[in-house]
């Protein structure tokens, strides 16, 4: 069975050796790591099924995106390991063991955050200049709506408060203007409308206070 497929917090909790303090440090963890792994996986699969193959459709780019495919297929078993490690870590027997096994999980995350970090900026300076180059703006449209469309609702829900915190105003308000263009007159347009209008309130609230 796939046990890293889902995050499990509950019955293992119950039966662990580990202190409560211990337990809810692992649980907080897991949480996280799921969260993270859930976004590399969206991400990753836009690009394999969808943004890659769009470029390699173009005659002039054949070819280029067969590095990224691998790097995704290593990142992919770097982030495997490091949930069976998680999944090791829950069955600790003690604080030491844990201990321990914390300190490998740490250790792997960090080689997944080198390696994510080191894909993305290599994408960004190599990959994304040549749909400006390559496509039109309507069919750089057409494959954001392509993507949204087969990105789950959670996944989607989950990021844009993740977005909020870390881009800045002007970037959200780019992003934000690219997605409702993208998804014009549809429920997601219409959902993505109330979000905005959301966020402004509480903004106008925020100055009022």
Sequence with gaps: ??????????????????PKSCIAAVQQLDGRFQFLWGIYKAHSRSEDEIVFPALESKQALRNV???????????????????????????????????????DVRRMCAAIRASVETHIRSEEAELWPLFTEH??????????????????????????????????????DALMHSLRKATKNTMFDQWLEAIQTQRQNSGSLALGS
Excluded at 163 to 169: P, Q, R
């Design 65 to 103: 995106s067969h590095a990224y495919t691998l790097d995704h297929q290593q990142e992919e078993q770097l982030f495997w390991d490091c949930c069976q490690v998680i999944e090791s870590l829950k069955g600790c027997r003690g604080t030491v063991q844990a201990r321990r096994m914390a300190l």
């Design 1 to 18: 069975a796939d046990s890293c497929a889902v995050s499990s917090p509950g019955p293992w909790a119950m039966h662990s050796c580990l």
């Design 135 to 172: 496509f039109s703006a309507e069919e750089q449209q057409y494959l954001v709506g392509v993507i949204i469309g087969r990105t789950g609702a959670q996944v989607l829900q989950a990021l844009l408060p993740w977005i909020s915190g870390t881009f800045a105003d002007e970037e959200k």
